[in-house]
């Protein structure tokens, strides 16, 4: 397998597809608030997926190699939960941080994206500055992305602006070539070294989706085969888009129009 490069054609269904996930988070937003479950926010987003869009909740039994089932059709992160968070019974509350990961498939095209929400808005200011810096990593990894620049250079400066704000970068998990498949070639990794990995070509297209700790790196998985979480239980955060590499820079396939605007990242 090596890096597919898409056609105008495919450019223009993952354009679509890009839109849509967006858009599910858009019409989600409104439901998170405290007292709502996960499970809840994931029968919403599955009808409004199926019914509204006619789009394929790409989660929902997906299976890797070495994986069971996914038995959802969002992924729901709260806390310290790191990414791949299983929706269940448990109620979101006032101040608790989550991220919702929306991936569909329209057409046979995947759109993938997730965002960060606090709970009824007033969240402990370690919180707040996690989910801005982690949204910040995020930008600082795309606005790296132009032809003939590298994946690492989108990994260094997704590390260096973390690990300045004191925070970590989980490792284990990374942004993907995405497509007509869910994860393909190149890994994106979050972290790394300037000058490094494959080029860059204009008609590729991938996510970037920094998983930021504000303790220690490393995680653990819990026994539900999917859920990652912080092993020293701090809180986690992630923003992901996916993007394209077009003839003069990026495009991001993700926005819609109730996606955050860009953040002030000058440094
Ligand atoms: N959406 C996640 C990503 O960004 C992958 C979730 S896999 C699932 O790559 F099975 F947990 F949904
Ligand atoms: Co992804
Ligand atoms: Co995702």
């Not at 394929?56 to 994986?67: D, E, R």
């Not at 370690?126 to 949204?135: E, I, N, S």
Request: with cysteine; hydrophobic share 40%; glycine share 10%.
């Amino acid at each position: 397998m090596s890096i597919v490069i898409k056609t105008p054609e495919e450019i223009e269904k993952m354009r679509v597809a890009g839109r849509l996930a967006a858009e599910v988070l858009d019409f989600i937003t409104p439901h998170v608030k405290p007292g709502v479950t996960t499970a809840e926010l994931d029968r919403l987003c599955h009808d409004y997926m199926v019914d509204a869009q006619g789009c394929i909740p790409a989660p929902l039994h997906y299976a890797p190699p070495g994986y069971k089932p996914y038995p959802k059709s969002i992924c729901a992160s709260v806390n310290h939960q790191v990414c791949h968070g299983v929706p269940g019974d448990k109620a979101l509350k006032k101040g608790d941080i989550v991220n919702l990961d929306i991936t569909v498939i329209k057409d046979g095209w995947h759109g993938d994206t997730s965002r960060m929400f606090i709970v009824g808005a007033d969240a402990a200011i370690l919180a707040r500055r996690l989910c801005a810096v982690t949204y910040e990593c995020l930008w600082r990894g795309i606005a790296q992305v132009r032809p003939g620049a590298c994946l690492g250079d989108v990994g260094y400066a997704i590390q260096r602006h973390a690990e300045a704000s004191g925070f970590s970068v989980v490792r284990e998990f990374c942004g993907h070539g995405i497509g007509r498949h869910f994860h393909e070639e190149p890994q994106v990794l979050h972290y790394g070294n300037r000058g490094s990995g494959p080029a860059l070509r204009p008609g590729m297209i991938f996510t970037i989706e920094p998983m930021i700790n504000a303790g220690k790196a490393a995680i653990s998985e819990l026994p539900d085969g999917w859920t990652i979480v912080t092993r020293d239980r701090s809180l986690s955060a992630q923003w992901e888009h996916t993007v394209l590499v077009t003839d003069t820079g990026v495009e991001v396939l993700t926005l819609s129009a109730g996606a955050p605007p860009p953040p002030d990242i000058r440094d």
